[in-house]
């Protein structure tokens, strides 16, 4: 993916490393850049374990989860940066949705991975979908010449949340991870707080393999990860 630049936003900090990590990783090896925003901490809804520690405070939370968060972005060669928000609920007030789309301008990615629409079971990923949505289209100016500064307009895939089905994800791509999966567990071995994930995600990317192994009859593949296109591709010919 030489020269070309991925952008991941996660309305929690974690949230990259479960769903995206694979790919970060699989873009950077092969000569990609990659940028991981995280909104919030997710100091409030997904620290529990942290909080058990006695005389845990909001600030110290929020500092081991910004250096796990960077050390996992590291393991998959990207960049990360934290917008810190606030989480449960998270707020992208008008502010944080031009600091998103002057982010976009200057970094001008080719593709942008983020939350589907819909979450049954978390209020703050919805409202990440919605933020990187606007910013994105902030930032291409509706496909035509504008008044203001933009970059062209990038690639926009939802990420695979928890409990597919119920948040209407519908796989259209995979991302063969086979290669730098090793990388990815060394991410999500990063996130100390949330070790019950780590297990869960390795499995739901032997189960993806498994579906990649189906529809390409490519053996050789073993991890993956699945992605949803939210906007057509275009190419050339087919
Ligand atoms: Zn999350």
Avoid at 12 to 24: E, I, L, N, Q, Y
Avoid at 33 to 45: D, N
Avoid at 70 to 91: I, M, N, Q, S, T
Wanted: charged fraction near 20%; aromatic fraction near 8%.
């Amino acid at each position: 993916m030489s020269g070309r630049r991925m952008l991941v936003v996660g309305a929690h900090s974690a949230d990259f490393v479960w769903r995206s990590a694979g790919a970060v990783a699989a873009h950077t090896e092969t000569g990609g850049e990659a940028l991981v925003v995280a909104l919030s901490y997710g100091e409030r809804g997904e620290s529990g374990v942290l909080w058990q520690q006695e005389g845990q405070t909001e600030e110290n939370v929020k500092r081991i989860r910004h250096e796990e968060a960077a050390k996992a972005a590291a393991a998959v060669g990207a960049e990360f940066r934290a917008f810190d928000l606030g989480d449960y609920p998270l707020h992208v007030g008008p502010e944080a949705i031009d600091r998103l789309a002057e982010l976009m301008r200057d970094f001008a990615p080719h593709v942008v991975l983020t939350h589907p629409d819909k979450d049954p079971f978390n209020p703050d990923h919805p409202v990440a979908h919605a933020a990187v949505a606007r910013a994105r289209l902030l930032t291409a100016g509706a496909g035509v010449a504008s008044s203001f500064r933009t970059a062209p307009p990038p690639e926009l895939l939802a990420f695979e949340p928890h409990q597919p089905e119920l948040c209407g994800f519908t796989p259209t791509v995979f991302v063969d991870i086979t290669s730098v999966f090793e990388k990815k567990v060394e991410a999500m071995s990063c996130m100390a707080a949330q070790k019950y994930l780590q297990e869960y995600y390795a499995q739901r990317a032997e189960h993806r393999g498994n579906h990649a192994r189906k529809v390409t009859g490519n053996q050789a593949i073993r991890q993956a990860e699945a992605f949803q296109r939210l906007l057509p591709n275009v190419v050339g010919a087919l």
